[in-house]
């Protein structure tokens, strides 16, 4: 089972980038998918999060209205396409899968990188946003 990010970079402040998360030794269709984010000195957090069955989903209070997590079945790969982009939200990205214990609902609480249903995780894509 592999998790491959990608799509991090320098970007001003007011930019976009699309960050990709690519799956492989299991299908999209099995689990639930997130970002999560880490900043020096900071802990990680989730960032969003979307269900097996893409009916449910989650942002992070902060990046409601300029983040949106999305899949691509065909690929096997989930995106988050970050709009609007400001200083802080430089950070290490990460990708997880997790399952959830309570129907397909995701919440903060499920969308939290200690929840116990994770499963998989990538490595980080490193995200500048600096003018």
């Known amino acids: 089972v592999q998790l491959q990010a990608s799509g991090g970079g320098l970007v001003q402040p007011g930019g976009s980038l699309r960050l990709s998360c690519t799956a492989s030794?299991?299908?999209?269709?099995?689990?639930?998918m997130g970002w999560f984010r880490q900043s020096p000195g900071k802990e990680r957090e989730g960032v969003s999060c979307?269900?097996?069955?893409?009916?449910?989903?989650y942002y992070l209070d902060s990046v409601k209205g300029r983040f949106t997590i999305s899949k691509d079945h065909a690929k096997n790969t989930v995106y988050l396409q970050m709009n609007s982009l400001k200083p802080e939200d430089t950070a290490v990205y990460y990708c997880?899968?997790?399952?959830?214990?309570?129907?397909?609902?995701?919440?903060?609480?499920?969308?939290?990188?200690?929840?116990?249903?994770?499963?998989?995780w990538g490595k980080g894509t490193l995200v500048t946003v600096s003018s």
């Open positions: 979307i269900s097996k069955n893409d009916d449910s989903s």
């Open positions: 997880a899968a997790f399952s959830t214990y309570v129907g397909d609902l995701v919440t903060s609480r499920e969308c939290h990188p200690y929840y116990n249903g994770m499963n998989y």
């Open positions: 030794g299991f299908t999209l269709k099995d689990q639930n």
